[in-house]
């Protein structure tokens, strides 16, 4: 990759999949490493490690799905989920291999060089879920509390870059516009920025 000028690669997912549902639309199978936080900390450093040394430093890593949506209650690419846990329990099973791969790494080649952050609702850091609570990619105070969290402050203030995710999915347009006639791309890149996010995957998205 890094041979053919890429210098900047999407992953990889560090989500803990506590409860496997191989039946399930939307369970993310195989593209995990596992249901143990320790264990998905473990391997996402040694895959964070080896892009760094593979390319001599020259590929900027970006782990994915910040802070986690390995328990989130529908498919997270079709709709806005969310994670009902406590912001103990987040700590201990979500955000631990985060933890590992920012502030907690044990060594800078092992420290992800940004996080992309999912469209997704968290009860711990934002309470009592609505259907119009944002998702935490687009609430710059949920947001801001996650990375107020040690780790990440030191990651984020020793340069750690946030990335949206791609704000023309689904789960995006229907949040914003549930008829499907009145979808705003420059509302939604523009309150992206505003939440926090450093750089926007814009994939298909497309103004009304």
Do not use: C
């Not at 030191?154 to 008829?179: C, E, K, M």
Request: proline share 7%; net charge negative.
């Amino acid at each position: 990759l890094s041979s053919l000028g890429f210098n900047l690669y999407i992953g990889p997912s560090l989500d803990v999949l506590t409860s496997p549902s191989p039946s399930k639309q939307g369970d993310p199978g195989t593209l995990v490493f596992g249901g143990d936080p320790f264990w998905v900390g473990k391997l996402g450093q040694a895959y964070i490690a080896g892009l760094h040394e593979g390319s001599n430093n020259r590929i900027a890593v970006i782990s994915r799905n910040f802070p986690g949506r390995g328990e989130a209650d529908r498919p997270p690419d079709e709709e806005v989920s969310t994670v009902r846990k406590s912001l103990e329990q987040l700590k201990q099973i979500e955000l631990a291999p985060f933890f590992s791969v920012t502030g907690d790494a044990p060594s800078p080649d092992m420290m992800t060089d940004g996080l992309l952050v999912s469209h997704i609702r968290y009860q711990g850091f934002q309470g009592n879920i609505r259907a119009t609570t944002r998702p935490v990619s687009f609430d710059s105070q949920a947001l801001g509390q996650i990375m107020d969290l040690e780790p990440f402050a030191t990651w984020r203030q020793s340069g750690g870059i946030i990335v949206s995710d791609d704000l023309g999915s689904q789960a995006v347009n229907h949040f914003y516009d549930p008829s499907g006639n009145n979808f705003s791309a420059l509302m939604v890149a523009r309150d992206a920025f505003l939440a926090g996010n450093d750089l926007l995957y814009m994939g298909k998205i497309k103004s009304t």
